[in-house]
């Protein structure tokens, strides 16, 4: 009876630990994540290297801009935000080991990723670099976008996230 039990209990114990225990719609990266403010970036981030114009959107009715820091990437729109002018956070791309991402660096083990983001993923892949791209949707029906891994060799290369605006 106790060999039953300890086999179920080492069952239950595995399936916790392959269910989804992060929101793939909620990565925080130093507390930042999707439609966190441009201000709220940069106050987490620091001053970027790079910090693109403000070009006018189609897509929402807007102004977007791209702001790169070393080994982040940012895309901001500002047409859906309350007061129409404040650059809000619509995709992001990670590619160094210096950014937590929930849990998540460049460098971790798929063992990582399906700890903290779970099993229930697309995978495909990305005929850019040869990597295995692990695609997680947004859970929320009304919350469209999806968050992406890339992963090399059983290792991390990339993380991005992205609401689907259009």
Known sequence: MRLVTLGTLGLILAAN??????NPA???????????????????LGKPKSD?????????????????????????MDGDS????TFEVKSFQITS???????IKV?????????????KFTKT???ETGAD??????????DPGSTSIYISRGKVIKITSAHQVC
């Open 133 to 142: 791209v692990w695609t997680y949707d947004f859970p929320e029906s009304g």
């Open 26 to 44: 909620a990565l925080k990266i130093n507390g930042i994540g999707l439609d966190s403010t441009f201000a709220q970036v940069t106050k987490a």
């Open 97 to 103: 080991s210096k950014y937590s991402v929930s849990g």
């Open 107 to 119: 460098g971790d083990t798929e063992y990582n990723v399906r700890r903290r983001l779970g099993t």
């Open 125 to 127: 892949d990305d005929p």
């Open 17 to 22: 630990l392959y269910a989804q225990t992060t």
């Open 82 to 85: 309350k007061n129409k002018k």
């Open 52 to 76: 693109g114009k403000a070009t006018r959107e189609e897509c929402i009715g807007g102004r977007e801009k791209t702001t790169e820091w070393e080994g982040a990437t940012f895309y901001f």
